[in-house]
């Protein structure tokens, strides 16, 4: 298995501009999620999925926007993208049982840069 | 509130030294779980340990141990013996029930350095 993955590893964008982050996982999990961290800050979350066709808000989803159309994919839309939007992402992934809370299962990271 | 506090920003110790992070959470939740990741500097995430509120017995794997008490709200980890390769941002997570969905939250992380 490859777990997450996560694509591009690293991306330079100017103001105004968009893109998608890609995240794919092959362990058939359920939950998915994206989180960004700043400096210093820990992780918040930005988006999360409890199976395909079914997302909702996190902590900070302003400037953001996701799909889940598959169990495997989960993608990060970044619209008009902003300098505040300078970070690092992490996809995430778990198996959630009805009783029981599983550990999250993380891709390499994204570092975007918005200048 | 629910959330996490890793007071400890940086923590430097020389190798062989033991070393405890702190973790205090608050929740409402009768039910929960509060996990341990490891960030090496290669900035991944690494899962370590899982821990659901019905039980409070400690952990050890290893080097590492883990010390769970409702009673004071904290979920201490501590690495015996450290080595260089400790060497990482270790966070501490806390599930979260809003909705019926699960979600976590996390501490700000302890920068852990272990000197040669």
């Known amino acids: 298995n490859a777990g997450v993955t996560q694509t591009p590893k690293f991306r330079i964008l100017k103001i105004g501009q968009s893109m998608t982050l890609q995240c794919t996982q092959d362990m058939n999990h359920n939950y998915m999620y994206w989180y960004r961290q700043d400096p210093g800050m820990g992780l918040k979350l930005i988006y999360y999925?409890?199976?395909?066709?079914?997302?909702d808000k996190g902590e900070v989803p302003n400037g953001y926007n996701v799909s889940r159309s598959t169990t495997e994919d989960f993608p990060l839309r970044l619209e008009l993208a902003a300098p505040s939007q300078t970070s690092v992402y992490f996809c995430a992934s778990s198996y959630r049982r009805l009783v029981s809370y599983n550990e999250q299962f993380f891709g390499p990271g994204t570092r975007l840069t918005v200048l | 509130a629910q959330k996490v506090t890793q007071a400890q920003t940086e923590i430097s110790v020389v190798e062989k030294e033991d070393v405890t992070l702190d973790c205090v959470y608050e929740?409402?939740?009768?039910?929960?779980?509060l996990f341990w990741y490891k960030q090496p500097p290669s900035g991944e995430l690494v899962f370590l340990i899982r821990r659901n509120s019905f039980d409070e017995q400690n952990e050890i794997s290893g080097r590492y141990s883990w010390n769970f008490q409702k009673s004071t709200s904290s979920f201490n980890f501590t690495i015996t013996a450290s080595q260089v390769v400790d060497s990482a941002v270790y966070f501490c997570a806390l599930s979260l029930t809003q909705g019926g969905s699960e979600k976590l939250v996390f501490g700000k992380g302890t920068k852990l350095t272990v000197n040669p």
């Open positions: 929740t409402r939740d009768t039910t929960y779980y």
């Open positions: 999925s409890v199976g395909a066709g079914i997302t």
